[in-house]
């Protein structure tokens, strides 16, 4: 597969995640955007469009790796494939449940993603100078540090943590449907 065809396939695919991510919020539900994590929708009757995004998205960081020229950046996102396509089998603890060791498990593939799709970040804002990646990257970085902190902070988790849970995977998918559009395009 070129590099270029590769990388179409990944702005396809981000497209794709970024439709059915919107779709998980439109269906219908027990979860809202602002009390809920995304990870909740893996439980219940949205489980299957879940597993469906979860498994796109997991096809995208696959064609993106095949489709970048950095080998450290390629491993990365071959992880985040392995995340994504391992997410379905390894459900959340809802809140106010018991938490499980596969609940457990599932908090730390989702830290690791967090952490590793941040990182990555820093490696195409070096290579492709557009603002807009520069501008994705600060809202991913200010959406995690409030995440982080509606997590610690307990009476700030049912208001901020969802939003700023979202906003941190809008950008993400954002950065990367841009970052496969210009491996494309240069």
Same mark, same amino acid.
């Given at each position: 597969?070129?590099?270029?065809?590769?990388?179409?396939?990944? %702005?396809?695919?981000?497209?794709?995640?970024?439709?059915?991510?919107?779709?998980?919020?439109?269906?219908?539900?027990?979860?809202?955007?602002?009390?809920?994590?995304?990870?909740?929708?893996?439980?219940?009757?949205?489980?299957?469009?879940?597993?469906?995004?979860?498994?796109?998205?997991?096809?995208?960081?696959?064609?993106?790796?095949?489709?970048?020229?950095?080998?450290?950046?390629?491993?990365?996102?071959?992880?985040?494939?392995?995340?994504?396509?391992?997410?379905?089998?390894?459900?959340?603890?809802?809140?106010?449940?018991?938490?499980?060791? *596969?609940?457990?498990?599932?908090?730390?593939?989702?830290?690791?993603?967090? %952490? *590793?799709?941040?990182?990555?970040?820093?490696?195409?804002?070096?290579?492709?100078?557009?603002?807009?990646?520069?501008?994705?990257?600060?809202? %991913?970085?200010?959406?995690?540090?409030?995440?982080?902190?509606?997590?610690?902070?307990?009476?700030?988790?049912?208001? &901020? &943590?969802?939003?700023?849970?979202? %906003?941190?995977?809008?950008?993400?998918?954002?950065?990367?449907? *841009?970052?496969?559009?210009?491996?494309?395009?240069?």
């Amino acid at each position: 597969m070129s590099t270029a065809l590769a990388a179409v396939a990944a %702005a396809a695919l981000l497209l794709i995640r970024l439709g059915l991510f919107v779709a998980l919020h439109v269906v219908r539900s027990d979860y809202n955007p602002i009390e809920h994590a995304v990870s909740d929708y893996a439980v219940g009757p949205t489980r299957r469009l879940s597993t469906i995004a979860a498994w796109v998205w997991g096809a995208a960081w696959v064609a993106l790796a095949f489709a970048v020229d950095s080998a450290s950046a390629r491993v990365w996102l071959l992880v985040l494939a392995v995340i994504f396509v391992a997410l379905p089998f390894i459900p959340t603890d809802l809140e106010g449940t018991r938490q499980t060791v *596969i609940g457990r498990v599932h908090y730390v593939a989702a830290v690791a993603w967090f %952490a *590793i799709s941040f990182s990555l970040m820093s490696t195409f804002t070096d290579r492709y100078d557009v603002a807009v990646l520069t501008v994705l990257r600060w809202i %991913a970085l200010v959406s995690l540090a409030a995440l982080v902190i509606a997590l610690v902070v307990r009476p700030l988790r049912r208001r &901020f &943590f969802g939003l700023s849970e979202r %906003a941190f995977i809008v950008a993400v998918n954002l950065f990367y449907l *841009i970052v496969a559009i210009l491996t494309v395009t240069r």
